[in-house]
């Protein structure tokens, strides 16, 4: 991680992508970044926009529901003797299409994208951090309901189940925060983003979390960024003994999934959550999905969200 400290001290701007363990890394200066990486985060972008001009298909293999409640089942056990409050638990689920993962990319209209060598790309809608100046900014979210629901906005501000995992989420990201920054406070709280999720359309709760650094953060970017890692939203509460759960649980291994992606452009910070990753592996392309789960969770509910969020965006 040092890596990232040296080249913003010297305010070089650089790409910057960090697994969920937080074991891979790639970082890399914007003027010698590989051709074959393209991103957009922010007003930054490295690449045209390209409208579709092709017809597609997406297939899903979807998990098993009752491999899905066995799964689920265990975070409850969890849950219940006070291990986790909330627990982010995601599955893997083989697609089919006739796009090539840069095609995905260059068709899909997301505010944070990122295609890296074939191997992966993602459409994140979540910010992770923002540093402007010398504010620092998170914006967990929390709580997914399709926008075609009746009174959809009511619904999911309204539900009590949405609202204290948003809770738990927006107070674990206030404590992450505060191990970096002063003055930290919940500056938004609950505000709703409608994406696009294939045919559908879904709103998101989202809140903003902000804090104060020293005037010379840039010199200790690295030691700010791995404090806050891995990401609460993608994690749960409480994080330590959370991850270790998600470890014991999940049948397969993240990798770059539910890490982290962003640039820093010679004076600010601009990263996302990479979440909505599609990626290659042995010629067969997978998803990566899940969702928040607390002691209120609902099985169906849950596995009906775990699909939901397997779209293009395009």
């Known amino acids: 991680m040092d890596k ?21 890394r790639f970082i890399q200066p914007l003027k010698n970044l590989d051709s074959d990486i393209f991103f957009k985060i922010e007003k930054h972008r490295n690449y045209p926009q390209t409208p579709i001009d092709k017809e597609y298909y997406l297939k899903k293999t979807i998990i098993d529901f009752k491999l899905y409640k066995e799964s689920l089942n265990r975070v409850l056990e969890e849950i219940r003797s006070g291990n986790t409050y909330l627990l982010n638990l995601t599955f893997k689920t083989h697609i089919e299409t006739n796009l090539s993962l840069e095609e995905i990319f260059r068709y899909s209209r997301a505010k944070y994208k990122l295609y890296f060598k074939d191997k992966f790309i993602c459409f994140s809608p979540e910010k992770f951090i ?60 609950r505000y709703i983003d409608k994406i696009k999720a294939g045919e559908k359309e879904l709103l998101q709760v989202s809140s903003k979390v902000t804090g104060k650094l020293p005037l010379n953060w840039r010199d200790n970017l690295s030691e700010i960024i791995d404090k ?21 649980i999940e049948n397969y291994k993240r990798g770059f999934y539910t890490g982290i992606f962003g640039i820093f452009d010679g004076t600010n910070l601009y990263s996302a959550v990479i979440i909505r990753f599609i990626e290659k592996e042995n010629g067969k392309l997978y998803y990566k999905s899940g969702g928040g789960i607390t002691i209120d969770s609902n099985e169906l509910s849950e596995y009906n969200e775990l699909i939901d969020k397997i779209y293009l965006p395009i």
């Open 4 to 24: 990232i400290s040296t080249l913003a001290k010297k305010r070089e701007p650089f790409l910057f992508i960090i697994s969920y363990n937080k074991r891979e």
């Open 130 to 189: 923002e540093i402007e100046g010398n504010k620092i900014s998170t914006y967990p979210m929390k709580g997914t309901i399709e926008a075609n629901i009746e009174n959809a906005k009511e619904k999911i501000l309204t539900n009590s189940k949405e609202m204290a995992e948003h809770i738990m989420i927006v107070d674990l990201m206030r404590n992450d925060l505060s191990l970096v920054a002063k003055e930290v406070r919940v500056e938004r709280f």
């Open 228 to 248: 806050m890692l891995p990401a609460g939203s993608i994690t749960g509460t409480p994080k330590r003994s959370t991850v270790n759960i998600i470890d014991n």
